[in-house]
């Protein structure tokens, strides 16, 4: 019997998640699953209803599950609350991704279409890889981070646990970006980032705090 799989999130993320696993042609979507359900069904996919329908969907023998939530804080907490249930999180890596044998994907992280993952890189768990991200040889990204669409990470870089890397930005070979830290969209790091750090610009400073 077919895998079935809960996808908890129905915003932007969750319809990149429904586009990601129609094109892998499986596990089977069971449905949508939100804090705010309020629509009948996304791209088709019906919405199950809030949390509350989870441990029914397990009885009901949906096993596995990914977690649509592009906030690292809230994408942790919710995959914690999920495991407790019982619920498995395959990676998922999108038919058009360029991955080196040797790279490894943890569980629950997802890798969106054309993006590059390069020899020995290492992806850590609930990670967000986006769309045309080049994570070259020997990056590291630790749990929970994002790489946001089109970034590029050069050898040997190191993201650490929920950070966040925006659209388009990019960094020196082997810098390392401290956890929870932002890069901002289109920037570009010559050096290491602090832990919690908010940097944007070329060459990448500080932002100013609002
Ligand atoms: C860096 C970032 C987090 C700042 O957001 P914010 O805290 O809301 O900051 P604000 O928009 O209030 O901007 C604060 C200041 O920083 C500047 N700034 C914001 N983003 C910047 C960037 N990427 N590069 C350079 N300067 C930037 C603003 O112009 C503003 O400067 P000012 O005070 O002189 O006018 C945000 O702009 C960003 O780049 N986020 C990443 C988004 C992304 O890629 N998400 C992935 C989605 S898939």
């Known amino acids: ?14 319809r990149a998640l429904i586009e990601l696993l129609r094109d892998l042609g499986e596990p089977e979507i069971a449905g949508l699953v939100d804090a705010a359900p309020g629509r009948e069904a996304v791209l088709g996919v019906p919405v ?6 989870l441990p029914g969907l397990r009885a009901a023998g949906v096993r596995l599950a990914c977690i649509a939530l592009g906030d690292a ?17 395959p990676a998922l890596v999108h038919p058009s991704v360029v991955r080196a044998r040797s790279a490894e994907v943890g569980e629950g992280t997802v890798v969106l279409p054309r993006a590059v993952l390069g020899a020995a890189a290492r992806i850590g768990r609930f990670c967000i890889v986006n769309t045309g991200a080049i994570l070259e040889h020997d990056v590291v990204v630790e749990e929970g981070a994002h790489c946001a669409p089109g970034c590029v990470l050069p050898g040997g870089v190191r993201v650490g646990p929920r950070a966040l890397i925006g659209a388009g930005a990019a960094c020196r070979p082997q810098v390392s970006i401290g956890a929870g830290a932002v890069v901002g969209v289109g920037a570009a790091v010559t050096g290491d980032v602090p832990p919690g750090a908010v940097v944007g610009g070329v060459p990448a400073r500080p932002l100013p705090a609002e």
């Open 1 to 14: 019997m077919a895998q079935k799989l809960v996808i908890l999130g129905a915003g932007g993320h969750g």
């Open 48 to 53: 199950l209803g809030d949390e509350s329908v």
């Open 73 to 89: 804080g809230l994408r942790l907490a919710a995959a914690a609350r999920l495991a407790a249930l019982g619920f498995g999180f």
